[in-house]
């Protein structure tokens, strides 16, 4: 299993919500990507965004230019 | 990308399904709306579809073939239509929420719903239909086989059973129309609930629901039909009873396609090759050290879905590295299936489901079950 880093991770209510997060991001030339929602922010399933952990604020600022429609902002080790 | 999530969708179709879609696109009008050669067109398209759909399921009247968007329409449909307020239905822990939410409204409106429960390896005790009966119990509601471990439900027990109390039969074929052999009229079942797109190999945005007759089932969406304009409720003759609006059109002709397919290389012949590939892959997995793998291999009659976790770790983050590492794609998390999974005791953990389709190879397989090998043993190395 490959080695674990902290990330970024930007959690939604809906897959739209994430598809719209994705599409923000590459516009805006912010790194990460989708992946499967880990456990250890809600036991379920679904999609989440997944960045370096330096890119927080620029992701928050971009969740409230865009009025991106998201759940959560997680630090997680990954 | 080796493609293990064709319980979700088939990814690969038959070639001609998608030339199908193709030709209709640039050719059909709107079935039943006008007399000319593309409503014609689209017409002939969609009965011949029917046609096929009530042969492949045993359905005893091609006009009680109502095509729908997916199962889950289909499931909301025969729900809400057949069953109301003071009515006793009986399910199983085994279902998807396409089942179960539809139940759960129900439930909220004034019926009552039990549920057969799942052992801790998902399988069913059948005499937990018999203790859930009641005087007003009006239908058993079930699938054909578990989207999470592929245990199939043995639906000519549950079809006698129904029969004997005088009860609906409403079953979820999702994960099996087009690989087990369904024969709802022998079965005794009173409605099916299929999707195109999944073992049927057709477009998303097919399905439907087959019917026995005598049902009446009240409408869950009303409005054009193409006939009987002037009537101010709708038509009470299936299938315009169940299909108000356009119907894809487009992806009916390429579920026609897919079914021609079917029918030419034979559903025993697909269940065979997608059993004994998953079969495969079980045998070479499930003595791994730190892999555990849900469900009853011991069953003759399985879907083709073997569901495993390794070790505690996050499904999900299992998923991500097939995907990322080996370009291997399978579902992780909970599968829209809460019962089972807390049934399994992975509410939490999730599980990593593999499923495979006719076109699917041994090569792929072998790879599928190395990368687990190797993901396995790091994970115990960890």
Known sequence: ?78 | MIYLDNAATTRTKPPAVSRAVLEALSSYGNCGRGGHEGALSAARTIYETREKIAALLGCPRVDHVCFTQNSTQALNIAVSGLLGPGDHVISTDLEHNSVLRPLYRLREAGAAVDFVPADRQGRLDYGGFEALLRPETKAVVCTHASNLTGDTVDIDWVGRFAREHGLLFILDASQTAGVLPIDMAATGVSVVCFTGHKSLMGPQGTGGLCLREGLEIRPFAVGGTGVRSYLETQPAEYPTRLEAGTLNGHGLAGLNAALDFLNETGVDAIHAREDALARRFYGAVRDLPGVTVYGDFSAPVRAPIVTLNIGNFDSAEVSDELAERFDIATRPGAHCAPRLHRALGTEDQGAVRFSWSYFNTEAETDQAAEAVRILAREAEEA
């Open chain 1, 1 to 78: 299993m490959r080695q674990r880093t902290e990330k970024c991770v930007v959690t939604f209510r809906t897959t739209a919500g994430a598809m719209a997060m994705e599409a923000a991001c590459k516009a805006g030339g912010l790194p990460g990507r989708l992946i499967p929602v880990p456990r250890s922010v809600t036991a379920g399933c679904g999609l989440c965004w997944a960045g370096p952990p330096d890119s927080r604020e620029a992701l928050e600022e971009l969740v409230i230019k865009k009025h991106l429609d998201v759940d959560g902002i997680y630090a997680i080790i990954l």
